[in-house]
């Protein structure tokens, strides 16, 4: 955990909540190294429409390993930023991945659940959220706090996957079959693999307004050049394999399916006919 700076508002005290029953993804350096390289990949489809420069101060809920943050304070220097992540190796690693911004004052760092965030009602102007209400047993209890802990008028931009949205053709059938087992296991481990088809209800429901859903999709296709086309196909891929040890641990998928899997998005980046999508969502709603 980081101090804080008087430029952020004061925590007040809160219980851990974990997120499900398990994180499918793991907490490995690997998969650590995986989440910043995504989030990188991803600034074109994610932060186009983000928009904080009016904002002093920005909550990001289920902050990970401070990959978001690190992009986020980059493009908003006057804007204060404050993580807040229930697991202590992610906030260990958005330390280190943030130093100079913590240094700095620009971010703050605390462990605390998305169910009671540590904060007082209308705390923050904004708050930010990505790929985190898929990993929640009760994202409609998330939003309910992040709209809680926002002034009047402050923003909420909340990105989402929608699992079943995975498209390819021609069909891969390795890679659909895994695909399968990986979106069961998370429902099992209490996650909501196509929660961001939800999102506009659940802001709706929480009491926000102004609520705007936009669909996010990266598309693989013949747009892309050979090299961005095999990027692409292996930044699925890696999506895909960060779940093999969870699905390998528990039974559901064997090593000879994960290899075909990626034998699969192997023919995808090469193939310049192939077709793949894996559809996104993002909400923008005013509290």
């Known amino acids: ?37 995504q989030a990188d ?3 074109p489809w994610i932060h186009g429409g983000i928009d904080f420069s009016d904002c002093k101060s920005v909550l990001e809920i289920g ?22 992540d229930f697991a202590p190796e992610q906030i260990a690693a958005a330390t280190i991945l943030l130093a100079a911004e913590i240094a700095a004052g620009q971010v703050t760092l605390i462990e605390g659940s998305a169910y009671e965030i540590p904060f007082s009602d209308r705390t923050f102007d904004g708050v930010f959220i990505c790929w985190v209400l898929e990993h929640l047993e009760n994202p409609a209890a998330a939003i309910r706090e992040a709209a809680r802990v926002m002034k ?16 390819c053709d021609p069909p891969r059938a ?28 659940l802001a709706v429901e929480s009491g926000l307004k102004d609520v705007e859903l936009t669909e996010i999709t990266p598309h693989l296709n013949k747009q892309l050049t050979q090299a961005e086309r095999a ?13 093999s040890g969870s699905l390998l641990k528990k039974g559901r998928v064997s090593k000879e399916l994960v290899d075909r899997m990626r034998k699969d998005f192997d023919l995808i980046g090469r193939d310049p006919d192939s077709i793949m999508v894996y559809r996104g969502y993002q909400l923008r709603a005013v509290r």
């Open 1 to 37: 955990m980081c101090a804080k700076h008087s430029g952020h508002p004061n925590p007040e005290g809160s219980s851990i909540t974990t997120i499900t029953k398990s994180y499918i993804h793991t907490f490995t350096q690997r998969e650590h190294e995986r989440l910043i390289h």
């Open 41 to 43: 990949y991803l600034v």
């Open 63 to 84: 902050c990970g390993v401070g990959a978001q943050l690190k992009i986020l304070a980059k493009r908003f220097p006057d804007t204060y930023f404050t993580g807040v």
């Open 152 to 167: 009047p008028g402050g923003i909420l931009f909340d990105t989402e996957v929608f699992n079943s949205g995975v498209y």
């Open 174 to 201: 390795a890679l659909l079959e895994y695909w399968g087992a990986f979106n069961t296991l998370q429902r099992e481990f209490g996650g909501h693999p196509d929660i961001g088809m939800r999102l506009a209800n």
């Open 231 to 243: 990027e692409m196909a292996s930044y699925f891929c890696a999506i895909f394999l960060s779940g």
